[in-house]
């Protein structure tokens, strides 16, 4: 019998897209933020890809304090690879969104390879009763660009640089992994790439099967075997993409930032229970789930750095 393959599964935590009216099982405090990315990790996750929010609004908090909140916590009770946004909230600086890798020094940190038009307004259809700050979330972005220049990125690139962290880049369209490309092509990242393809958002590409095949066949003509590829499925895309990906032979971010579903209409009741659905989907496709330990191997990642 043939060794069977890991596959790390990426656990993102609460993000920065869903609102707390949404879902009473959102982590929206620095409590369950904490409780939730513990219980995912012990349920499989080997990597934890996190935001911080306010504790009394449940907005997104991109704040060094709230990161402190959360960061030191989760570290003290697993050994998880603790991945920290960069993209924080289209609503954000990039100098506000770099604050908690530059100051915590993380094995990983996201970074969005390009600009795009983010669109969560779809949404207010569903939630029709949304008011205040979440309701202003969804609607503002009819006119919002996420943006993430090629200055942005160099920036974040740079206020990284000397803490060693390497990087999910976050690919939501075919462009931005010939911007990653580019990037790598100067010199300013170095394989192996860890890169994270995002299916099913307003704005960027769609989650069809074909999309998907596009972006891989793209990824691997431009990096070959210097990348490490996932993808995530946006909604109800999120565990059809995750088997999609499975049997091309990569690796899978699930959580509730990414859904809040477990199936048509019934809400997830937490990270850990994603965790536990693609788990058992990896299983059966005849794969494992990599420890954080084969997950640093595999992405090269440097050791952990004490977090106070």
């Given at each position: 019998?043939?060794?069977?393959?890991?596959?790390?599964?990426?656990?993102a935590i609460?993000?920065?897209?869903?609102t707390?009216s949404m879902?009473?099982?959102?982590?929206?405090s620095?409590?369950?933020i904490?409780?939730?990315a513990v219980?995912?990790a012990?349920?499989g996750?080997?990597?934890?890809?996190l935001h911080?929010?306010?504790?009394?609004?449940?907005?997104?908090?991109q704040?060094i304090?709230?990161?402190g909140?959360?960061?030191?916590?989760?570290?003290?009770?697993?050994?998880?690879v603790l991945?920290l946004?960069?993209?924080g909230?289209?609503?954000?600086?990039?100098?506000?969104?770099?604050?908690?890798?530059e100051?915590f020094?993380p094995q990983?940190?996201s970074l969005?390879?390009?600009s795009?038009?983010?669109?969560?307004?779809?949404?207010?259809?569903r939630?029709p009763d949304?008011e205040g700050?979440?309701?202003?979330?969804?609607?503002d972005s009819?006119?919002?660009v996420?943006?993430n220049?090629?200055?942005?990125?160099?920036?974040?690139l740079?206020?990284?640089?000397?803490?060693g962290?390497r990087?999910?880049?976050?690919c939501y369209?075919?462009?931005h992994?010939?911007n990653l490309?580019?990037?790598?092509?100067?010199g300013?990242?170095k394989?192996?790439?860890?890169v994270q393809?995002?299916f099913?958002?307003?704005?960027?590409?769609?989650a069809?099967p074909?999309d998907i095949a596009?972006?891989?066949?793209?990824a691997l003509?431009l990096?070959?075997?210097?990348?490490?590829w996932?993808a995530?499925g946006a909604?109800a895309?999120?565990m059809r993409?995750?088997a999609?990906?499975?049997?091309?032979?990569?690796?899978?971010?699930?959580g509730l930032?990414d859904?809040?579903?477990?199936?048509?209409?019934?809400?997830a009741?937490s990270?850990a229970?994603?965790?536990?659905?693609?788990?058992a989907?990896?299983e059966?496709?005849?794969?494992?789930v990599?420890?954080a330990k084969?997950?640093?191997?595999?992405?090269a990642?440097?050791p952990?750095q004490?977090v106070e």
């Amino acid at each position: 019998m043939s060794k069977r393959r890991p596959v790390i599964i990426t656990c993102a935590i609460t993000g920065a897209i869903h609102t707390p009216s949404m879902s009473p099982h959102l982590p929206a405090s620095s409590d369950t933020i904490i409780s939730s990315a513990v219980a995912a990790a012990e349920a499989g996750a080997a990597i934890l890809h996190l935001h911080a929010r306010n504790d009394e609004t449940g907005q997104p908090d991109q704040s060094i304090g709230g990161f402190g909140r959360i960061v030191p916590q989760i570290a003290a009770q697993t050994d998880a690879v603790l991945n920290l946004t960069t993209g924080g909230s289209p609503y954000m600086t990039v100098e506000e969104r770099v604050q908690p890798a530059e100051r915590f020094a993380p094995q990983l940190a996201s970074l969005n390879m390009g600009s795009m038009n983010m669109g969560l307004f779809p949404m207010q259809s569903r939630y029709p009763d949304l008011e205040g700050w979440e309701k202003a979330h969804l609607e503002d972005s009819r006119d919002l660009v996420f943006r993430n220049s090629y200055k942005d990125i160099d920036y974040v690139l740079d206020t990284c640089r000397d803490n060693g962290t390497r990087f999910e880049f976050e690919c939501y369209d075919t462009a931005h992994l010939y911007n990653l490309a580019h990037f790598a092509d100067k010199g300013a990242v170095k394989p192996p790439f860890f890169v994270q393809t995002v299916f099913g958002l307003l704005g960027g590409i769609g989650a069809h099967p074909d999309d998907i095949a596009h972006m891989r066949r793209t990824a691997l003509r431009l990096f070959g075997d210097d990348m490490v590829w996932s993808a995530l499925g946006a909604g109800a895309h999120q565990m059809r993409v995750a088997a999609t990906v499975v049997s091309g032979g990569g690796h899978v971010r699930v959580g509730l930032e990414d859904s809040l579903w477990a199936g048509p209409g019934v809400l997830a009741a937490s990270n850990a229970d994603q965790v536990t659905t693609v788990k058992a989907l990896i299983e059966t496709l005849g794969c494992r789930v990599a420890s954080a330990k084969e997950a640093c191997d595999i992405l090269a990642l440097p050791p952990r750095q004490e977090v106070e």
